[in-house]
T-cell receptor, first 115, second 118 residues
Framework: AQKVTQAQTEISVVEKEDVTLDCVYETRDTTYYLFWYKQPPSGELVFLIRRNSFDEQNEISGRYSWNFQKSTSSFNFTITASQVVDSAVYFCALSERGGADGLTFGKGTHLIIQP | GAVVSQHPSWVICKSGTSVKIECRSLDFQATTMFWYRQFPKQSLMLMATSNEGSKATYEQGVEKDKFLINHASLTLSTLTVTSAHPEDSSFYIC??????????????FGPGTRLTVT
């Protein structure tokens, strides 16, 4: 069965520091999608990125970057020059069957950015 | 585009009553909708997958007679929590997968419904 592991339960850094959130996944499927979501205290999920299993290119979007490595089954997320507004719970998730299946979420990492 | 709404956003009900939660895709047709549950300070867990016009598929451990799902149209799925008990208090989130095109590769989440059973 598929599984997503986010080993970091909580991370606390001071504003402007860089921080990396780890995500390791398990799947027997060859065609799958990986996701990152942000969940602020309001509860609404904010979509950050979707990556399919055939695209290992790293991606950068402003202060956010993602490193996808199939060899280590990892899909890590880095925030550069963190800001207080980045404080939230971040979830990594996996969808098998080419994205047709419901998402399997990791337990989430609570990121605290201190001013 | 790709907006999903849920109603109500929060609800408080008494133990033993039933509660219906609606999930609507506002600007696209969703052949498949998913229902998730999130307990406080925990992750989201997939409860069931509903396809328009057919019976929902429930994940292991989810009682189908307690959580009734209806996906009667391409834009609406409902989750009814029957005979609710305090342990059913949770944050329920739906997502919708579009019918065709690039949107078919993404799942769009609703804002969630917070259920409190007293």
């Amino acid at each position: 069965a598929q599984k997503v592991t986010q080993a970091q339960t909580e991370i606390s850094v001071v504003e402007k520091e860089d921080v990396t959130l780890d995500c390791v996944y398990e799947t027997r499927d060859t065609t799958y999608y990986l996701f990152w979501y942000k969940q602020p205290p309001s509860g609404e999920l904010v979509f950050l990125i979707r990556r399919n299993s055939f695209d290992e290119q790293n991606e950068i979007s402003g202060r956010y970057s993602w490193n996808f490595q199939k060899s280590t089954s990892s899909f890590n997320f880095t925030i550069t020059a963190s800001q207080v507004v980045d404080s939230a719970v971040y979830f990594c998730a996996l969808s098998e069957r080419g994205g047709a299946d419901g998402l399997t979420f990791g337990k989430g990492t609570h990121l605290i950015i201190q001013p | 585009g790709a907006v999903v709404s849920q109603h109500p956003s929060w609800v408080i009900c008494k133990s033993g009553t039933s509660v219906k939660i609606e999930c609507r895709s506002l600007d696209f047709q969703a052949t498949t909708m998913f229902w998730y549950r999130q307990f406080p300070k925990q992750s989201l867990m997939l409860m069931a997958t509903s396809n328009e016009g057919s019976k929902a598929t429930y994940e292991q451990g989810v009682e189908k007679d307690k959580f009734l799902i209806n996906h009667a149209s391409l834009t609406l799925s409902t989750l009814t929590v029957t005979s609710a008990h305090p342990e059913d208090s949770s944050f329920y989130i739906c997502s919708a997968r579009a019918h065709v095109g690039d949107r078919g590769l993404g799942q769009y989440f609703g804002p969630g419904t917070r259920l409190t059973v007293t």
